[in-house]
């Protein structure tokens, strides 16, 4: 970062959240984290910053990955719903490209954080949960500690799974479906003074498209 101060790298992200996953459920078993990374940018030693790169020596190149992704699963809290297992998992997401590494000297840098039974990651970065996920801004490691304590500590999987199981005792007809999915489309259409006493919808139409 600006004027050499240290970001908080990938390997200290992972470090923390495992960490705290490990005190957040002492006694249950903790995998290792899963990893996955991309886009590898090569850099250099401070000392050699005014090479040519056709003369950089081997131990005077570097690599770093912008991108990384990676999930911790705890496979004793599980359950199965419906024929499905599901166990816990616990990850984050982190981007640089998402950080201004040349902004001023002290900046927020950030992070993604879920917690659930089923957790997506799209390639565009975005984060998916059924459980919990936020994003968190922090200036340094205890600040990031202390948001990934508090986001686990707010999430109950109890609860989480037996919601999950009541899932199963619904249904509705393909007709149903249908006239659930038309009066959807038809709510923002509807005059204001038509929407009273009618519980609000909170879905665009692009997550009407997507429960389609």
Known sequence: MKDNEVAISHGE??????????????????LRPSIRVSHPIKGRVPEAKDKPVSELQEWEKTVYYERMMFVIEVP?????????????TIGGVKS???????????ADESFKV???????????????????AADIKVKNLDQLRLAVQNLLLSYNPV????NMRSLVDYNITERQFAQLIGRCRMF????????????PLLLVSCHVDNVV
């Open 13 to 30: 992200f992972i470090e923390t959240l495992m960490d705290v996953t490990t005190q957040s459920y002492h006694g249950e078993r903790i």
């Open 76 to 88: 004793t809290i599980t359950d199965d719903i419906d024929g499905n297992p599901v166990s816990l």
């Open 96 to 106: 640089y490209s998402q950080d201004n590494l040349y902004g001023r000297k002290g």
């Open 114 to 132: 879920f917690i659930g039974f089923q957790n997506k990651v799209c390639l565009n970065l975005s984060v998916w949960s059924d459980g919990l």
């Open 159 to 162: 609860d989480q799974l037996r």
């Open 188 to 199: 923002h259409y509807l005059p204001v003074k038509d929407r009273v006493g009618i519980e």
